[in-house]
């Protein structure tokens, strides 16, 4: 899927996450099916860990962490992914490029699943995402900027 369809995005809020806040605390769970092609995103002051804890998902570990971090006065949007390391499917760097390709989707499903949150502060459309590609092989274990939120909305 390389266009975001909102009739397969699914969202649902736990842990009195709402649209409105809050910010500090606020994480986001995305995970897929590859039969159906649809998103599943959970956005809550925690991560869901009941959508990451199935064997397939935890094989795989295709899933997409997001949380906002607050520095000094600052917000900043931190994304995390599972490149290698552990009990998982696939090579590094097949896993990187895949998640890669991916990825403007996945930003773009997260914003745009969010955007009351975005109506409701502003401000955050301008913050930096950060992208942890975290890996055991120190060539895909990278951090990143990848633009702001008003990209992706």
């Not at 996450?17 to 649809?38: M, V, W």
């Not at 590094?92 to 773009?108: E, M, Q, T, Y």
Request: glycine residues 6%.
């Amino acid at each position: 899927m390389s266009v975001l369809s909102l009739e397969k995005l699914h969202v649902k809020y736990i842990a009195s996450a709402n649209s409105k806040g809050p910010i500090k605390q606020r994480c986001y769970t995305l995970t897929h099916s590859d039969f159906t092609g649809e998103l599943f995103l959970s956005i809550g002051t925690k991560y869901d860990k009941k959508a990451i804890s199935g064997l397939y998902t935890k094989i795989m570990r295709d899933e997409v962490l997001a949380e906002w971090l607050k520095k000094e006065n600052n917000y900043s949007l931190h994304v995390y992914l599972h490149v290698c390391g552990g009990l998982i499917i696939g090579r590094a760097g097949w896993r990187d490029n895949i998640f890669r390709g991916h990825l403007p989707l996945v930003l773009k499903s997260i914003c745009q699943a969010d955007i009351e949150f975005y109506q409701n502060h502003p401000s955050l459309k301008s913050s930096p995402i950060i992208v942890h590609f975290n890996s055991s092989n120190k060539k895909y274990n990278k951090i990143e900027e990848w633009g702001t939120p008003k990209d992706y909305l």
